[in-house]
């Protein structure tokens, strides 16, 4: 098995394979663009279409450090910090929270099928008070989530 160097693009992947794969969580999220491929809205922060509609969620930014060991247990890997955000136009808090609630019972210790890497799993870290800004006339809520994902490599 070859070193992977940059865990990022491989987390990312395998975060939104596992919502996307969640009949009750998509439910409850817009369509993406078909020219993006359709699907459930779930987008990389920073790349959001300009015609996405809400219910949506953005993965990321990330930071990922080192956890290389020559001890025991995995030799290669890394820590990572991950943002995942409900982004919607619901004034309803109640639902909104119940959309949060779905997200963390997916990810919360949940072992992740990444790329590369023998060993990899969530956990949520912290979430962070909703805020809203104005975009073209339009109340946008957001509902930040911050999780710490943790990946290994055997040698």
Same mark, same amino acid.
């Given at each position: 098995? @070859? =070193? !992977?160097?940059? %865990?990022?693009?491989?987390?990312? $992947?395998?975060?939104? *394979?596992?919502? &996307? ?8 999220? @817009? =369509? !993406?663009?078909? %020219?993006?491929?359709?699907?459930? $809205?779930?987008?990389? *922060?920073?790349? &959001? ?107």
């Amino acid at each position: 098995m @070859s =070193t !992977a160097i940059l %865990a990022m693009p491989r987390v990312l $992947a395998a975060v939104r *394979e596992l919502l &996307v794969n969640d009949a009750q969580l998509t439910v409850r999220l @817009s =369509t !993406a663009p078909t %020219a993006l491929g359709g699907g459930p $809205a779930i987008y990389t *922060e920073g790349v &959001v279409p300009p015609e996405a509609r809400s219910d949506y969620l953005t993965i990321g930014p990330f930071t990922e450090r080192s956890e290389s060991t020559m001890g025991d247990g995995p030799k290669w890997g890394s820590h990572l910090t991950m943002q995942l955000k409900l982004v919607t136009l619901s004034a309803d808090v109640g639902m909104n929270l119940m959309t949060l609630d779905r997200i963390v019972a997916l990810l919360h210790f949940a072992i992740l099928d990444v790329a590369d890497y023998t060993s990899s799993w969530a956990v949520l870290d912290v979430i962070v008070d909703a805020y809203e800004e104005t975009v073209s006339g339009k109340v946008l809520r957001h509902y930040p989530t911050l999780w710490s994902i943790h990946v290994g490599q055997q040698p």
